[in-house]
């Protein structure tokens, strides 16, 4: 066993959302491929959880989703 890295991860080019509970400061990002994916993620979890809509990560930068 080995120190564990400090370097982040890299995300993978897509949507993203990041998923918390109520009153809570941090969340989980979770990523998914194409906009209608996003959507019915969005509606899955909005019943239960606070849901930000972080953007469309392209080439390291997030760009606004303007039609969402």
């Known amino acids: 066993m080995g120190r564990p ?8 080019d897509g949507y993203y959302i990041e998923v918390r509970n109520k009153n ?7 990523h998914r491929d194409t906009k209608e994916q996003l959507k019915l993620a969005i ?5 239960s ?6 953007g469309h ?3 390291g930068k997030f760009k606004e ?3 969402l």
């Not at 890295?5 to 993978?12: A, D, M, N, V």
């Not at 509606?43 to 019943?47: D, R």
């Not at 959880?49 to 972080?54: D, G, M, P, T, Y």
């Open 5 to 12: 890295s400090t370097k982040p991860k890299e995300l993978r």
């Open 24 to 30: 809570q400061k941090s969340g989980v990002k979770i």
């Open 43 to 47: 509606e899955e979890y909005k019943e």
């Open 49 to 54: 959880k606070e849901v930000i809509v972080l």
């Open 57 to 59: 990560l392209k080439n």
């Open 65 to 67: 989703i303007p039609d």
